[in-house]
Nanobody, 127 residues
């Protein structure tokens, strides 16, 4: 069971990136998937999450209107489209899956709701 996050890189402020979270060893169909980030010297924070069939999405206030989460269950992949990136978006981004609850989770942007984590992908936004 593995999650693989990819798509990070260096981008100028105002630019865009799309992160991908691909699963292997299990299907994402029935799992909430969350994106989290951790900037240097800061705690990990929830960025966005999506319910098992995409009907519900959640965003941190800091990214609302700029980031869009989506999923393609046929490709076993969840995406995070990030637009109008700002230097404060610089962080290591992680994706995580909830494989325990089997349905709705109380706090979709809280890291403790997720039990399966991928390695991070670094996003650097230059000013």
């Amino acid at each position: 069971v593995q999650l693989q996050a990819s798509g990070g890189g260096l981008v100028q402020a105002g630019g865009s990136l799309t992160l991908s979270c691909a699963a292997s060893g299990f299907t994402l169909d029935y799992n909430y998937i969350g994106w989290f980030r951790q900037a240097p010297g800061k705690e990990r924070e929830g960025v966005s999450s999506i319910s098992s069939h995409g009907g519900n999405t959640y965003y941190a206030d800091s990214v609302k209107g700029r980031f869009t989460i989506s999923r393609d269950n046929a490709k076993n992949t969840v995406y995070l489209q990030m637009n109008r990136l700002q230097p404060e978006d610089t962080a290591v981004y992680y994706c995580a899956a909830d494989t325990v609850h089997g349905g709705g989770i109380p706090f979709p942007l809280e890291s403790y709701e997720y039990d399966n984590w991928g390695q991070g992908t670094l996003v650097t936004v230059s000013s």
